[in-house]
């Protein structure tokens, strides 16, 4: 436990010394004038930039990894007709029944659309 205590003080001390804190600050100011130049809901970016920082602080996991292949993917083509085709591990498919594959897209489509609303959130406050 000790060990872990000390990691997380030594990650918060880096952050200090990078100027993280700050930097984070100066893009949330930046983003709440540009909200509230464009008549946008200020909350809602106070509330982007919450998650912004605890996504950056507790790391990446598995759904980080599949938001930043959608958002390569978006990026690259925009909204395409074969995203889930994209996005699914076709040799993980073709081990599962017809049943647990239907269950598999419906996740993955369901992962998809949640990955696509911080896309836009996050285009609309860039």
Same mark, same amino acid.
């Given at each position: 436990?000790?060990?872990?205590?000390? =990691?997380?003080?030594?990650?918060?001390?880096?952050?200090?010394?990078?100027?993280?804190?700050?930097?984070?600050? =100066?893009? +949330? *100011?930046?983003?709440?004038? +540009?909200?509230? $130049? $464009?008549?946008? $809901?200020?909350?809602? @970016?106070?509330?982007?930039?919450? *998650?912004? @920082?605890?996504?950056?602080? +507790?790391?990446? $996991?598995?759904?980080?990894?599949?938001?930043?292949?959608?958002? *390569?993917?978006?990026?690259?083509?925009?909204?395409?007709?074969?995203?889930?085709?994209? +996005?699914?591990?076709?040799?993980?498919?073709?081990?599962?029944?017809?049943?647990?594959?239907?269950?598999?897209?419906?996740?993955?489509?369901?992962?998809?659309?949640?990955?696509?609303?911080?896309?836009?959130?996050?285009?609309?406050? =860039?």
């Amino acid at each position: 436990m000790d060990t872990s205590i000390k =990691e997380l003080a030594k990650e918060a001390k880096e952050r200090i010394k990078n100027g993280y804190w700050q930097k984070s600050k =100066e893009e +949330l *100011e930046k983003s709440l004038k +540009l909200a509230k $130049n $464009n008549g946008l $809901n200020e909350s809602k @970016v106070v509330e982007f930039y919450r *998650e912004k @920082v605890k996504s950056d602080i +507790l790391g990446g $996991n598995e759904d980080d990894a599949f938001y930043l292949k959608v958002k *390569e993917i978006l990026d690259k083509y925009g909204e395409v007709s074969d995203m889930l085709g994209r +996005l699914a591990d076709k040799d993980y498919i073709a081990t599962l029944s017809y049943e647990q594959r239907q269950r598999y897209f419906l996740d993955l489509s369901s992962k998809y659309r949640e990955a696509l609303m911080k896309y836009k959130k996050e285009k609309m406050f =860039e």
